[in-house]
């Protein structure tokens, strides 16, 4: 029987492969997200069973880190394939050569640039999402829009009004205060908090 990756190969389909993408993707039953570790089990027995399975995989992988641009979903799934990528190898072939970690340096130079600039984007929403709703809060938006579940919930109907909290009348407005060391640099010259010109 073949595995995924093998019929990836012969029908020229490594970026959906890799992707996770139509007959590729499987899915995870508690995320219903493509579950990228279910698909590297089979790589490694199609490279300990095919001469070339080390230059297949290696072409493939260089080929769809190439493809990867920087968005969250794209740069998400080069995280999951690489985590899977050493999960699997620790498992089954904990000897064998690091084929991904020798991929050319420029190919290995454009995963650590995607995987960077995917890091700085979780980094940022993660500090950013708890300032929102406390400045939302102080400005009287929905309790539902600031007590967020942990996971996603079925649509409800109906929002709790949150009266706005009382500004300070005495000194200067929020935007002249001093900044809290915590709230991290100011904006460039011209350009507003949020990142806009």
Same mark, same amino acid.
């Given at each position: ?9 012969? @029908? ?7 992707? *996770?993408? *139509? ?53 998400? *799934? ?29 190919? @290995? ?24 709703? @406390?400045?939302?809060?102080?400005? *009287? ?26 500004? @300070? ?29």
């Amino acid at each position: 029987m073949k595995s995924n990756f093998e019929v990836a190969l012969e @029908r020229e389909e490594v970026l959906q492969f890799f992707r *996770g993408q *139509g007959q590729y993707l499987t899915r995870d039953g508690d995320w219903d997200e493509h579950l990228y570790c279910i698909n590297w089990p089979g790589i490694f027995a199609y490279l300990r069973d095919k001469a070339d399975g080390a230059q297949q995989l290696s072409a493939s992988f260089e080929r769809y880190a190439y493809s990867v641009e920087e968005s969250i979903e794209d740069c998400f *799934g080069l995280r999951e394939n690489l985590f899977c990528y050493y999960s699997t190898r620790a498992r089954w072939a904990p000897e064998s050569v690091d084929l991904l970690g020798q991929l050319p340096e420029p190919c @290995r130079r454009r995963i650590v640039q995607r995987l960077s600039w995917y890091r700085w984007q979780v980094e940022n929403h993660a500090r950013l999402l708890p300032e929102r709703a @406390r400045r939302m809060t102080a400005d *009287g938006a929905c309790a539902e829009f600031i007590e967020l579940p942990a996971t996603p919930t079925p649509e409800r109907r109906g929002c709790r009004i949150t009266p706005p909290r009382r500004r @300070r009348s005495a000194g200067p407005p929020d935007r002249l205060r001093r900044r809290p060391a915590d709230r991290g640099p100011r904006p460039l010259q011209g350009q507003s908090p949020c990142g806009f010109p």
